[in-house]
């Protein structure tokens, strides 16, 4: 019994991994859906070259929001959008969610990304002390310059983003894209490990 319990895992694992998920579809918004009114506050897409320097520095602009006094309601509603958007899209650590614009998690990467942006936007015209943050804005615009950055575009880099409405991976492409294939496999796999060292496992009684 016992050697069939990594199998049953991996198989369970798979099937939660590719099939769950389809059934929540609408949890991402294709461009077109999205041409309603805004229900919160609007943020503008960003490009791709954007989207790559911004993601290096998205938990910088955090801290320097976290340290911010006083606060205000919009950076607020930013602060609670771009955690919820990083959740949603898996803490962005499945491979190629930034920098493949095919990958299932490239729009909803686009969509913490923006808000992180804006965020850093709005630091900007806030009261107190503005040094570091006009720092780490001139740093920003200093790496998308070297390589054009601002200029490369993707398919939702005109896409805006709404602070009311969080996007989610598009799950039903994952099958289709090798690299977030490979790579639920391999947690798949390793959680299927895990589950049959756990099995194994017997405690020494003294």
């Keep these: 019994m016992r050697l069939r319990l990594p199998i049953l895992a991996l ?16 949890a991402h918004h294709l461009g077109a859906a999205h041409a309603g009114p805004a229900k919160g506050l609007s943020i503008p897409g960003l490009t791709h070259g954007q989207m790559v320097v911004i993601a290096a520095h998205r938990s910088a602009i955090l801290e320097l929001a976290a340290r911010q006094t006083p606060t205000d309601p919009m ?7 771009i955690n919820l958007q990083f959740f949603a899209c898996m803490w ?17 990467s686009h969509a913490y ?24 804005a001139d ?6 310059l070297p390589n054009n950055a601002s200029l490369v575009m993707c398919r939702f880099s005109d896409e805006p983003f709404d602070t ?13 894209h090798p690299i977030s294939c490979l790579w639920f496999l391999g947690l798949a796999l390793a959680t299927a490990g895990c589950a049959w060292a756990a099995a194994r496992w017997k405690p020494r009684h003294a």
């Design 92 to 108: 962005g650590i499945v491979p190629g969610g930034v920098s493949d614009e095919t990958s299932p998690f490239n729009e909803c």
């Design 75 to 81: 950076m607020r509603r930013l602060q609670g959008y």
């Design 164 to 176: 009311a409405e969080i996007i989610g991976p598009h799950w039903g492409d994952i099958p289709f």
């Design 11 to 26: 198989a369970a694992a798979a099937i939660f991994v590719l099939s769950a998920p389809v059934s929540s579809a609408s």
């Design 113 to 136: 990304l923006a808000g992180a942006r804006a965020l850093l936007i709005h630091l900007l015209t806030m009261q107190g002390e503005r040094a570091p943050i006009r720092a780490l």
């Design 139 to 144: 740093k920003i615009e200093l790496e998308m």
